[in-house]
Nanobody, 122 residues
Framework: QVQLVESGGGLVQAGGSLRLSCAASGRTFGGYAVAWFRQAAGKEREFVAV????????HYTDSVLGRFTISRDYAKMPVYLQMNSLKPEDTGVYYC???????????????WGQGTQVTVDS
């Protein structure tokens, strides 16, 4: 069974850091782009960051620029999301997703994890 599994979420104070990991089982996902999305309570899921299969062209949503870093070794899993200077508005369930295109929209992704909760306390 093909799975993506997120880990690394938790409760942190505002200004703190967390590192999320997205691991794969069932296949390698080496040739796939991997993205992070998040969903706050009562809101739609939104794009956070994406990295292409080779790991050299990351893209971010404006609200996390300069604070979050997505990374991976060349064509390998896991994919990481280093989150620094966290704010209460970063609170939500973070999902990783894999697909052939490094896109900002959910529809481009074929595989999804179950999510990991990130809570930033003010």
């Amino acid at each position: 069974q093909v799975q993506l599994v997120e880990s690394g979420g938790g409760l942190v104070q505002a200004g703190g850091s967390l590192r999320l990991s997205c691991a794969a089982s069932g296949r390698t996902f080496g040739g796939y782009a991997v993205a992070w999305f998040r969903q706050a309570a009562g809101k739609e899921r939104e794009f956070v960051a994406v990295i292409n299969w080779s790991g050299d062209t990351p893209h971010y949503t404006d609200s996390v620029l300069g604070r979050f870093t997505i990374s991976r070794d060349y064509a390998k899993m896991p994919v990481y999301l280093q989150m620094n200077s966290l704010k209460p508005e970063d609170t939500g369930v973070y999902y990783c997703a894999a697909g052939f295109v490094a896109a900002h929209t959910e529809e481009q992704y074929d595989y999804w994890g179950q999510g990991t909760q990130v809570t930033v306390d003010s």
